[in-house]
């Protein structure tokens, strides 16, 4: 009769603590995840002097999933640009990224 009490309060004990670690890493990383939403916007920009598509990929992709290389790319699509060439009083459409 002890044994099996024992056993069950063992059986217990490790169900509880095994659904608490399922569960609670469940819980922890929504949780986390809704912190760290990112939200991806669009604005225009009017190219400076000096200006090339890698800079601004270096200035407006850190808050974001991509690399810089992505960006870029990003950045040539949504123009609709031929080559990385872009020019001074040219305008652009970036995307930059908000953390909500």
Do not use: P
């Amino acid at each position: 009769m002890k044994k099996q009490s024992l056993f069950l309060i063992f059986l217990c004990s490790f169900l509880l603590i095994l659904a608490s670690g399922l569960f609670g890493k469940t819980f922890l990383d929504a949780m986390a995840e809704e912190q760290n939403h990112i939200h991806k916007y669009y604005t225009g920009i009017t190219i400076q002097n000096g200006d090339s598509l890698w800079t601004i990929a270096d200035t407006y992709c850190h808050d974001g999933n991509l690399s810089i290389q992505d960006y870029v790319q990003e950045l040539i699509q949504i123009n609709h640009l031929e080559t990385e060439q872009i020019h001074a009083g040219q305008k652009l459409t970036i995307a930059y990224f908000l953390h909500e």
